[in-house]
C-alpha cells in the first residue's frame, strides 16, 4: 500500500478565515512532506518534518503553519491568506529523507 | 545548487510508439537517487520509476525505462508501446542535501490515437 490521503479535496477560504488541510499515511514512512504547485508549474517544496520534528522550512510566511502530531499525521494551517496563496497542495512520505516519495491526490485552494 | 533541467516542455508520441524525454542535472553528490514522476490531468503525481546513481544498470518498469548516464549527468526516460494513459505531465527529480527534492520544469507528454 503506497497510499498517502488528503483531506480535503477542494477548499475555498476567505483571507480572514483559518483552515486546515490534513495528510495521512500509514506506509510507517518517517518523512513526510508539504508542497505548494502552481498551474504548469513543479512543485515548490514548503516543509519537511523528519521523524515528527521539522526539518525544513523554505522561507514560508508565518500564515503557514505545519503541525505532525504524530508519525501518520501532518497537518497544514491556514490563517489569513492572500489570494497569490491559491493552488495546488500536496501532501507526499517517504520511508526516510533521501527515498522516493509517495504523493497523495491534493488539495485545491482558492483564496477569495 | 543542484539544478534539474528538462529542455521539452512538450512532446507528442502515436499510440504504440516510443518516446524518449530527456533530462540533464547537475550535483556535487556522490551518490544520489534519480526519479520520473508523472502528474496525469488527475493531478495526482505517481512516482514511475527510480534510479539510484550508484547503480550502473538502467532502471526498467514495465514499459518504462531509463538511459543513465553518470558522467553526463543525463537521466532520459523511454516509454514503449505509448498508451493513451500516458498523457501526463513528466518531472524528473534528484534530491539536494539529502531532504529536498528538486524538479525539473516539467515535459508534457501528448499522446495520439
Known amino acids: 500500500d503506497t497510499e498517502v490521503t488528503q483531506t480535503p479535496k477542494h477548499l475555498v477560504m476567505g483571507m480572514t478565515n483559518k483552515k486546515s488541510l490534513k495528510c495521512e499515511q500509514h506506509m510507517g514512512h518517517r518523512a513526510m512532506y508539504w508542497y505548494k504547485q502552481k498551474a504548469k508549474k513543479p512543485p515548490e517544496l514548503m516543509f519537511v518534518?523528519?521523524?515528527?520534528?521539522?526539518?525544513i522550512n523554505e522561507s514560508v510566511p508565518s500564515r503557514f503553519s505545519p503541525e505532525c502530531p504524530n508519525s501518520s499525521l501532518l497537518n497544514l494551517h491556514l490563517h489569513a491568506l492572500q489570494p497569490e496563496d491559491s493552488a495546488l497542495y500536496l501532501c507526499?512520505?517517504?520511508?526516510?529523507?533521501?527515498?522516493?516519495?509517495?504523493f497523495g491526490p491534493g488539495t485545491r485552494l482558492t483564496v477569495t | 545548487a543542484q539544478t534539474v533541467t528538462q529542455s521539452q516542455p512538450e512532446m507528442s508520441v502515436q499510440e504504440a510508439e516510443t518516446v524518449t524525454l530527456s533530462c540533464t542535472y547537475d550535483?556535487?553528490?556522490?551518490?544520489?537517487?534519480l526519479f520520473w514522476y508523472k502528474q496525469p490531468p488527475s493531478r495526482q503525481m505517481i512516482l514511475v520509476i527510480r534510479q539510484e546513481a550508484y547503480k550502473q544498470q538502467n532502471a526498467t518498469e514495465n514499459r518504462f525505462s531509463v538511459n543513465f548516464q553518470k558522467a553526463a549527468k543525463s537521466f532520459s526516460l523511454k516509454i514503449s508501446d505509448s498508451q493513451l494513459g500516458d498523457a501526463a505531465m513528466y518531472f524528473c527529480a534528484t534530491y539536494y542535501n539529502t531532504d529536498k527534492l528538486i524538479f525539473g520544469t516539467g515535459t508534457r507528454l501528448q499522446v495520439f490515437p
Open positions: 518534518y523528519s521523524y515528527e520534528k521539522l526539518s
Open positions: 507526499a512520505s517517504s520511508q526516510d529523507a533521501g527515498n522516493e516519495q509517495y
Open positions: 550535483t556535487s553528490e556522490s551518490d544520489y537517487y
